[in-house]
């Protein structure tokens, strides 16, 4: 038996309704942007595996640190120990964030990473002995499967069984194109309305991703953050997806003139190597956990905390970041991508009539097609499109009625030209 059907007999994934789609590809190999199967064809990973291997597949200069780390020091407990993977970690992720962050928290995941900052905003409240309970999001956002997270997410049919045991969240729109006034006069409503009861607003910067690749005003979002430091509201910028270049800026936060207090990362931290997630907060929140009373501690941890493999392959990633030929590369994807785009947007192109709007920043791209009916995830064209796009030997799973690319930086022009090619010719069929 091949690995397809030996896993479709017991093993159940992530996001798959096993009723129809039973098989899985096997994947044997990793080399740069692409992946091979058992049966040795090839894929372009046009979504960097889920938005993780920025740098490529089994990158040989992340190998060979995670392998020297292997061999040094594989783990040791967190709490009352240290290592200096995770220290110089943290010392390097500080010198890239905001210079009002200055503590680093270490956890297994993107999920984590947001559950991390929602507790600390909580807790923080409770510490002062002021109850502050409620949490301020964008409409559209996702931040995750776990219980807090999913709260702050949109509502829809993937929390729909969980509604009832989901935390109280105000939803407020977030300023896409048309919409920044009124989404900093929905931010303006609901703190003058509750603003005593919340505790933070937590968002994408910038990019929605989940939702669609939707991009939202830079301007804007810096001005619900000063409303909300005004109001004593926490900001937590979730860049999990959004950290390390995708925006075209090593975060998306470096867009904007108003720094968050709290960010989280995740995916990209460990160039997709393996699970890490960080949140990072300013002295302001962990001053309020200081207290010779152990009751003010914040009491949570994970058994990989801070994990030295995953450290080393995160320091590995950084070393990666800093070179000027990843920040070329980055610079390429995204005039090809804009290239790309207004060719499709011209007069001339056949397929315009079948696109709804093309969205690009930094390297990430969206084409959002036209539908009659259904628009959500659920909608048929994205089956059909798969399978398109398999054939083709590349892999892509579109948002819903979105098309998009977040392709590891490493791509070259002719496999980006090879996937836009296979897409207007989707586009032609349909
Ligand atoms: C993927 C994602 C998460 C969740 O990360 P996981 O590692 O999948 O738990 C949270 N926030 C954003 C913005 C994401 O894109």
Not at 43 to 63: E, K, M, Q
Not at 241 to 253: D, L, V
């Amino acid at each position: 038996m091949n690995l397809t059907q030996r896993d479709k007999r017991i093993i159940w994934h992530p996001y798959t309704q096993h009723r129809l789609n039973p098989d899985s590809i096997g994947i044997v190999k990793g080399k740069g942007t692409y992946v091979f199967d058992e049966h040795g064809k090839k894929y372009i990973d046009a979504l960097s595996s889920w938005w993780t291997c920025i740098h490529g597949h089994s990158h040989p200069y992340i190998a060979k640190k995670v392998s020297k780390q292997l061999k040094q020091l594989e783990h040791v407990i967190f709490a009352g120990f240290t290592h200096e993977p995770a220290v110089e970690l943290a010392e390097r992720l500080l010198k890239k964030f905001p210079k009002n962050q200055k503590r680093i928290f270490f956890s297994d995941n993107g999920s984590t990473a947001v559950e991390v900052a929602l507790k600390m905003s909580f807790q923080y409240w409770y510490n002062k002995g002021i109850p502050k309970t409620k949490v301020i999001a964008f409409k559209n956002d996702y931040h995750g499967d776990t219980f807090g997270a999913m709260a702050v997410s949109d509502r829809g049919a993937f929390s729909k069984p969980f509604e009832s045991h989901l935390f109280d969240v105000l939803f407020i729109d977030a300023p896409v194109k048309g919409k920044e006034k009124e989404s900093v006069i929905q931010l303006r409503y609901q703190i003058s309305n509750l603003g005593s009861q919340i505790s933070s607003f937590i968002f994408e910067p910038l990019v929605q991703g989940v939702a669609g690749m939707i991009v939202h005003n830079a301007e804007a979002l810096s001005e619900m953050i000063r409303i909300c430091r005004e109001n004593q509201i926490f900001t937590i910028a979730d860049e999990v997806f959004t950290g390390f270049g995708r925006t075209g800026k090593f975060f998306a936060t470096d867009h904007l003139t108003d720094k968050p207090d709290m960010m989280c990362l995740s995916k990209g931290l460990t160039g997709g190597t393996m699970a890490m997630g960080v949140t990072s907060c300013t002295d302001e929140v962990f001053d309020a956990f200081l207290s010779k009373d152990r009751i003010n501690t914040f009491f949570h941890g994970h058994s990989f905390t801070a994990n030295p493999v995953a450290c080393a392959a995160s320091l590995a990633s950084m070393d990666l970041m800093e070179q000027k030929e990843t920040w070329k590369r980055i610079r390429r994807i995204g005039n090809k991508h804009n290239k790309f785009k207004l060719k499709v947007e011209s007069q001339k192109s056949k397929v315009k009539g079948k696109i709804q709007e093309i969205r690009r920043m930094g390297t990430i791209l969206a084409i959002e097609l036209k539908t009659s009916g259904e628009t959500s995830y659920f909608n048929s064209i994205r089956d059909k499109a798969v399978k398109f796009f398999l054939d083709k030997g590349i892999l892509l799973r579109p948002l819903g009625n979105v098309i998009y690319l977040v392709p590891p930086y490493c791509i070259t022009d002719k496999d980006l030209d090879y996937i836009y090619d296979s897409i207007l010719e989707f586009l032609n069929l349909l």
